[in-house]
Structure formats: C-alpha cells, structure tokens
C-alpha cells in the first residue's frame, strides 16, 4: 500500500504562484510515476503533470505548459509542482497521483482557487 499527503493549496489571485507537494508512504518502488491531476467543478478529472521516476521529460497538459513546473526529490519520495501566471480556470481540487507496478493510488486532494 502507498499513502499520499499533499499540501500547498490555498487562495490565491490570479497572476500568482503556489507549490504542491505530495509526499508518497509506504511501499515504495525505485520505478514509479507521480503526477497531479485535477478536477473543476461540472468537469471530469484530467491530467495536469507527470514525472517518472527514471528521469526523462514530464508530462504537461497543454493548458499548463510554460506556466507550471512538475519536480520531485526520489530520496523523499515527493513530488512537486509549481504553479505561477495562475488563471481563474486553474480552480480546482488537485489530486496526487502515484503508480507503480500495475497500481494506482490517489491523494485526498488539495483545492486550489484563483480569484479574479
């Protein structure tokens, strides 16, 4: 089993920054992937950033690319994502994702808003 903690949201206006960070517990594999989703209200639950553990490039939704930043320290087993130029369409409760072997775990969610 993996526990996910995230932190980090919270109000912000919009132009503004804030970190996410979702640190994984538990059983850990050397060879994971971690990512945040996020789900607006009335909207299904997409993908906003992935990094593998192995390196190589993340992943980005084209909505976030040049704005957000995905990193993550493997020794902590966190991961990190850095939000600036924040829009009023990025509200949203952002979820941490972790897989590894085949499974896939979720985080509780931390619910951003940007305010106009």
Same mark, same amino acid.
């Given at each position: 089993?993996?526990?996910?903690? @995230?932190?980090?949201?919270?109000?912000?206006?919009?132009?503004?920054?804030?970190?996410? !960070? +979702? =640190?994984?517990? &538990?059983?850990? !594999?050397?060879?994971?992937?971690?990512? $945040?989703?996020?789900?607006? /209200?009335? *909207?299904?639950? @997409?993908?906003?950033?992935?990094?593998?553990? &192995?390196?190589?490039? /993340?992943?980005?939704? %084209?909505?976030?690319?040049?704005?957000?930043?995905?990193?993550?320290?493997?020794?902590?087993?966190? =991961?990190?994502?850095? #939000?600036? !130029?924040?829009?009023? @369409? %990025?509200?949203?409760?952002?979820? +941490?994702?972790?897989?590894?072997?085949? #499974?896939?775990? $979720?985080? *509780?969610?931390?619910?951003?808003?940007? !305010?106009?």
């Amino acid at each position: 089993q993996v526990q996910l903690v @995230e932190s980090g949201g919270g109000l912000v206006q919009a132009g503004g920054s804030l970190r996410l !960070s +979702c =640190a994984a517990s &538990g059983i850990i !594999s050397s060879i994971n992937r971690m990512g $945040w989703y996020r789900q607006a /209200p009335g *909207k299904q639950r @997409e993908l906003v950033a992935a990094i593998a553990s &192995g390196g190589g490039s /993340p992943d980005y939704a %084209d909505s976030v690319k040049g704005r957000f930043t995905i990193s993550r320290d493997n020794a902590k087993n966190t =991961a990190y994502l850095q #939000m600036s !130029s924040l829009k009023p @369409e %990025d509200t949203a409760v952002y979820y +941490c994702n972790f897989a590894q072997y085949h #499974m896939t775990y $979720w985080g *509780k969610g931390t619910l951003v808003t940007v !305010s106009s």
